[in-house]
């Protein structure tokens, strides 16, 4: 019975503090490469984690996530599990919510996305994102929520594992799954990218806060994304 919403919101705000001087150099060097390539740099705003407006160390969340975004996925590949059976199972509109987003979104950036139907819950390779149906630790004001649960030993932003918990009966969208699907990944909202947008600039794609049904990535996102991974 699913039926699209255009008012999603979550409480994932910015963060902490650290390493913008290398952020910086990283983007010179993207700039350099893509100019080189033919590739346009077409990135309004560094909203990836760490900006020099969300900085801090990735550390365990609990069940339900912080309310801020400190984490990455650990690297370029990455593997997703829908919950299947249980409390928190995602019925066939969310699991093509999902899919919409992975194919359409992430699919065509330099992450290597691909389906983990055997999901590994503990180790060193764990499947990177869990995405739940449920409202279990939402705030009242949150359609949905990203946090880590295996932050990396000894390093400063990766995360081995998230989940995703998003409001069932209609909350599970393309933009809302590609919205929270980008906390994952490290996209921050507005507020705490660098140079500052507000949270509702079209330029930032599905990490506009609330974000529309239909939304996608966007070149500003895709950038970002390329530039690290
Ligand atoms: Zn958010």
Same mark, same amino acid.
Do not use: K
């Given at each position: 019975m699913p039926i699209a919403t255009d008012r999603a919101t979550d409480a994932t705000t910015g963060r902490d503090k *650290?390493?913008?001087?290398?952020?910086?150099?990283?983007?010179?060097?993207?700039?350099? +490469?893509?100019?080189?390539?033919?590739?346009?740099?077409?990135?309004?705003?560094? #909203?990836? $984690?760490?900006?020099?407006? &969300?900085? %801090?160390?990735? $550390?365990n969340d609990p069940d339900g996530g912080d309310g801020q975004i400190s984490c990455r996925t650990d690297n370029a590949a990455v593997s997703y599990y829908m919950d299947s059976g249980g409390e928190y199972e995602l019925e066939s509109p969310d699991r093509t919510a999902v899919q919409s987003t992975m194919s359409n979104d992430y699919g065509p950036t330099d992450l290597t996305i691909s389906y983990d139907s055997s999901p590994v819950f503990s180790g060193d390779a764990e499947t990177d994102i869990v995405y739940q149906e449920g409202s279990t &630790?939402? =705030?009242?004001? =949150? !359609?949905?929520?990203?946090?880590? #649960? !295996?932050?990396?030993?000894?390093?400063?932003?990766?995360?081995?594992?998230?989940?995703?918990?998003?409001?069932?009966?209609?909350?599970? =969208?393309?933009?809302? =799954?590609? $919205?929270?699907?980008?906390?994952?990944? %490290?996209?921050? $909202?507005?507020?705490?990218?660098?140079?500052?947008?507000?949270?509702?600039?079209?330029?930032?794609?599905?990490?506009?806060?609330? +974000?529309?049904?239909?939304?996608?990535?966007?070149? &500003?996102? *895709? !950038? #970002?994304? #390329?530039?690290?991974f």
């Open positions: *650290r390493r913008r001087a290398a952020r910086w150099t990283t983007f010179a060097v993207a700039l350099t +490469v893509g100019i080189g390539a033919g590739v346009a740099w077409a990135a309004t705003t560094d #909203n990836i $984690h760490p900006t020099a407006n &969300n900085t %801090g160390t990735c $550390h &630790n939402l =705030s009242d004001s =949150s !359609d949905g929520v990203t946090w880590c #649960n !295996d932050a990396v030993d000894g390093s400063s932003y990766g995360c081995d594992q998230q989940y995703i918990r998003i409001r069932g009966a209609g909350y599970y =969208s393309r933009g809302l =799954s590609c $919205h929270e699907t980008g906390h994952a990944i %490290g996209l921050v $909202h507005g507020q705490q990218a660098s140079p500052r947008l507000t949270n509702t600039n079209t330029a930032l794609g599905c990490m506009v806060t609330p +974000v529309g049904d239909g939304v996608g990535l966007g070149a &500003n996102n *895709r !950038d #970002n994304i #390329n530039s690290v």
